[in-house]
């Protein structure tokens, strides 16, 4: 697997969040840069190493579908269980969007373009 670029990042980050929330290239290079500095060469990263504003962006890119959660259980010497939440890098997602052409995420979203699909009849309230 080779190592994720924040050149490579920016791209996947750009073409993966919705366009409507007007992320351009100078923002997803901002997040791209913050993101990698917290997870360096690794594909994982361990949760408790985030302040909240952090944890929102990374809630932002779990929702593009870049990031997302893992947890391991383990007991303590003292009979207790302890939960470990983990960031991964969906690579497989990342690769799909670096080579997804801007703009091509339209049409995808049925919500978007189901007025597109109605004739003019449908727009008469009375007759």
Partial sequence: MSILTV????????NGIDSRKGMDMDEAYDLAHSVLNFFGYSDRIIDNVLEAQDRNAFYILEDADILTTEREETTLYDGREWRIHYWVF???KIDELMSKPAGSDK???V???IYDTLDD????RNK
Avoid: F, H
Wanted: hydrophobic residues 30%; negative net charge.
């Fill in 111 to 113: 919500e978007e373009n």
């Fill in 121 to 124: 009849e449908a727009w008469v």
């Fill in 107 to 109: 049409g995808d979203d």
């Fill in 7 to 14: 050149e490579d990042l920016t791209q996947a980050i750009k």
């Fill in 90 to 92: 969906k690579r497989d």
